[in-house]
């Protein structure tokens, strides 16, 4: 993430951009193109940037590949970048194709702001709560959905997940994924967010502690709760080198947003997110009903310390149910409980 001011005329204007690739980790091109362009966008909605001016995709087409493999994939993945761009509000004019010996997808967004349209991620004081807007678990419903076809894999997990089981998984860790960040970046100004950040790679803990060490104030992360994809923590407990899951370490794609809200808002907020009508299945024309939003919890808090981040010993495991039908993936639960309160130690 870059941020660059310029002061013209006595007004403030700051470009925002961010960069981000990577391989594809789902077998479905048209949804990993969704995937590719919202997790290029996060890291402008963890800042509370609605608005993109323009996007740039990056892609590399594997030298591997045939003509007719090459013909099939590749449009449906840049299809899928295209439509979530648009849903974003913006537009991809341009980008970079290279030849590779791999399949690579990512891209630029960018963005000229005031200063008051963006939130920087380093005003969290103690009181506040931790709030999280997509369930964890992606990384491990992928990796389990590959081991579906590896027998000596499967056979660790089969006892705690059925095949059918595997695949509504892959399906919800798929559709969570391809969900832009938008709708909580727009609510963090709402409900006076004090910071955040998207949770992708380094896993829950890693970007908490990130997180922790931009803060201003002397500040600690104390997660309490642990929103999982459902089945995916017994997967974890089950499959070996999958058990960081429960310790905040595996890896997530395109996650949701961590963020700091004072306590009396963090309510309001997770219930503004399920209200909305910002999910995927809305944009991909699928009728959901009244209440079709995201989901968000109340995971932690934060409290006087040395900006640090941990999880309790005995974390809360919320089991994220299966939202009961799978991802149209070329064309376009209920759960109204309150948030988890977040027990003080």
């Not at 295209?82 to 010996?101: C, K, M, S, Y």
């Not at 947003?257 to 503004?272: G, H, S, T, Y």
Request: aromatic fraction near 4%.
């Amino acid at each position: 993430m870059h941020i660059v001011h310029e002061i013209t005329e006595g007004l403030c204007l700051s470009l925002v951009q961010t960069t981000d690739f990577f391989y594809p980790l789902v077998e479905d091109p048209y949804m990993m193109g969704r995937i590719a362009c919202a997790n290029v966008l996060s890291d402008l909605y963890a800042m509370g940037i609605t608005e993109c001016d323009n996007m740039l995709m990056l892609l590399s087409v594997s030298q591997k590949m045939n003509e007719k493999e090459r013909d099939q994939v590749m449009p449906l993945m840049m299809k899928g970048f295209r439509d979530a761009a648009e849903e974003a509000g913006t537009l991809v004019t341009g980008g970079q194709t290279v030849i590779n010996p791999w399949i690579i997808v990512g891209g630029v967004a960018s963005v000229v702001c005031q200063p008051n349209d963006f939130i920087m991620p380093d005003s969290a004081i103690p009181g506040d709560v931790l709030v999280l807007t997509k369930p964890l678990g992606t990384q491990v419903a992928v990796n389990a959905h590959r081991w579906l076809d590896i027998p000596e894999k499967w056979n660790k997990i089969k006892l705690v997940i059925s095949r059918e089981e595997v695949e509504q998984a892959y399906q919800e860790a798929m559709l969570n994924m391809a969900t832009l960040n938008r709708t909580a970046a727009a609510l963090m100004h709402k409900f006076n967010a004090h910071a955040a950040t998207d949770v992708t790679g380094f896993g829950i803990i890693g970007h908490a502690r990130n997180l922790a060490q931009q803060q201003k104030n002397d500040v600690a992360f104390v997660i309490h709760n642990l929103p999982i994809i459902s089945k995916m923590a017994a997967i974890s407990k089950a499959g070996g080198s999958l058990s960081g899951l429960l310790q905040g370490t595996s890896s997530e794609t395109s996650g949701g947003l961590l963020i700091c809200l004072p306590r009396e808002q963090a309510a309001r907020f997770c219930a503004e997110m399920k209200s909305s009508r910002g999910g995927l299945s809305g944009a991909m024309g699928q009728d959901g009903g009244a209440g079709d939003g995201q989901q968000a919890w109340i995971i932690g808090i934060v409290e006087k310390g040395s900006r640090c981040a941990r999880i309790i010993d005995k974390p809360r495991i919320i089991e994220v149910p299966y939202r009961g039908s799978m991802v149209s993936t070329q064309e376009g639960s209920n759960n109204n409980a309150s948030p988890p309160e977040v027990q003080l130690t």
